[in-house]
């Protein structure tokens, strides 16, 4: 296994590590206090494996080591930070004209922020005005996809945006049983790892939902 590859196996063995220690914080306040001091331990060796996984790895594309080290900074922004490029490139050979883009962007309407986004982008498509929320998670519920489907309805009521249409996308590690069907039922692009970065995983013909 080489260096990258060890750095995703991590990565999946800690989401699969939360996903056990959800369970357990449904017992007793002891139990949790435990919880609560396992998963900072696993924090830290996960943080410290993905440090020395980046030393060992000798990657040519500056774009892609620069991504790899800022998820070293915390797991949590892990799929933000690689999702990110690939999202823009798979939009654009869509024909995506990308006019803005950032990662956890703060929507606002009149001075109250409304919604977070992880993936923000404002593009053009023939002609017509487009916002591109995503969400990323390393392991995707269905609770997460309803908060998505929320916060992309919140953005529509926006009366700055009333001219854009709103479509939205998801991204992750792990989806639960079902979850992926559920994304793409409700008109969602849904994002998967493969090859050691994310792609666009949706049938032929798929057609986003606008909110």
């Not at 996984?53 to 690689?82: C, N, P, Q, T, W």
């Not at 998801?170 to 069907?181: L, P, Q």
């Amino acid at each position: 296994m080489n260096a990258e590859e060890k750095f995703w196996e991590a990565l999946r063995r800690l989401s699969e590590e939360i996903d056990r220690l959800k369970e357990s914080q449904k017992k007793t306040d002891e139990q949790l206090r435990k919880t609560d001091e396992e998963l900072r331990r696993i924090q830290k060796e996960t943080h410290e494996e993905f440090k020395r996984i980046i030393r060992e790895m000798h990657i040519s594309d500056k774009k892609l080591r620069e991504r790899v080290e800022a998820v070293s900074d915390g797991y949590g922004r892990f799929v933000e930070g690689i999702v990110f490029p690939s999202a823009l490139e798979t939009f654009r050979k869509m024909g995506f004209k990308i006019e803005e883009a950032s990662i956890r962007q703060g929507v606002f309407d009149d001075n109250r922020k409304v919604a977070e986004v992880d993936n923000w982008i404002r593009a053009t498509f023939n002609g017509k005005k487009y916002i591109i929320a995503g969400e990323a998670k390393t392991t995707c519920t269905s609770d997460d996809v309803r908060e998505h489907i929320e916060r992309l309805q919140k953005i529509r009521k926006i009366p700055r945006y009333k001219e854009y249409k709103i479509i939205g996308f998801v991204s992750a590690v792990n989806y639960e049983e079902g979850v992926d069907n559920y994304i793409l039922k409700n008109g969602l692009y849904l994002f998967r790892v493969s090859d050691n970065v994310m792609r666009l995983d949706v049938p032929e013909g798929f057609k986003p939902r606008e909110y």
